[in-house]
């Protein structure tokens, strides 16, 4: 028994030792893991501060692309509505006739649906200049209207200013701004518009150049309309990546969608 006694005392000491040794290691592995935590937190806050700082930097960039290559602006018209002379020259007109007559002139016929127009359709979007506008209301039923009438009317070719001109116009200006958009945030598009692109240099910037979709051919109704339903998503794919507020989007507003993307009041650009 005692002999067996010694014995246990002799295993005791050695798991005691032992014990000994797993406790230095434990206080080496705890000392080592709070060291990575502060390498770790260190190399958050810097890596946050870069995040930032390229924010701005994308931030910049967007502001001044917009403000010097693609300026988008309101463009409100100074038409009178019939509407209203009328019933300002009517006295015996009710107050039940007036308010819907308002409430149809803030609808619009759109591809075969009503839809509700807020902005009473007074109101364009310019982008890189007020005479290349877009309807507010979505409505670019102009282009294929045209491109119908082209093919039936013989003669020489449309004027200058006409309303399909300046759509197309503004609707390719919008697809390479939003490339350009998607290059600066590094935010991958779910549709794509363009065939082709290739760099081109300028004096004091590169940027890159994009065949539009909506340049060249004339695009049937159905291609047109495929088209612009492309541009929408990915104006709107971008919006949410930059947590543009919800309420001031519209699937139909294209240049609308644009210029809350791209104002200096939105907060998270760059993100």
Request: aromatic share 8%; hydrophobic share 35%.
């Amino acid at each position: 028994d005692t002999e067996g006694l010694l014995r246990i005392k002799e295993e005791n000491q050695k798991h005691y030792r032992r014990a000994q040794r797993h406790q230095e290691k434990k206080e080496k592995i705890q000392r080592h893991n709070r060291k990575l935590g502060d390498l770790v937190e260190k190399k958050t806050h810097e890596l946050k501060t870069q995040y930032e700082h390229l924010a701005n930097l994308r931030r910049a960039h967007i502001l001044e692309l917009t403000s010097v290559i693609f300026p988008i602006e309101e463009v409100k018209t100074s038409m009178r509505d019939p509407a209203d002379v009328s019933s300002e020259s009517d006295n015996a007109m009710t107050s039940s006739t007036v308010s819907k007559l308002a409430e149809a002139r803030r609808t619009t016929y759109l591809s075969g649906r009503w839809v509700c127009d807020d902005h009473n359709g007074d109101t364009s979007i310019s982008i890189t200049g007020p005479w290349i506008i877009l309807p507010n209301n979505g409505d670019y039923s102009a282009y294929y209207s045209w491109v119908e009438e082209k093919k039936t009317t013989q003669g020489p070719d449309m004027e200058h200013n006409n309303p399909a001109h300046t759509i197309s116009a503004a609707l390719c200006y919008a697809t390479q701004l939003v490339n350009t958009l998607s290059l600066i945030l590094d935010v991958n598009l779910p549709k794509k518009l363009c065939n082709r692109q290739h760099f081109a240099f300028c004096v004091f910037l590169c940027v890159w150049c994009f065949n539009s979709e909506f340049c060249g051919e004339n695009l049937s109704r159905h291609r047109f309309t495929r088209a612009v339903k492309k541009l929408n998503a990915n104006i709107l794919h971008l919006c949410f990546s930059q947590h543009v507020n919800l309420d001031l989007l519209h699937p139909l507003h294209t240049l609308r969608n644009l210029m809350y993307l791209v104002s200096p009041d939105t907060e998270n650009l760059g993100r």
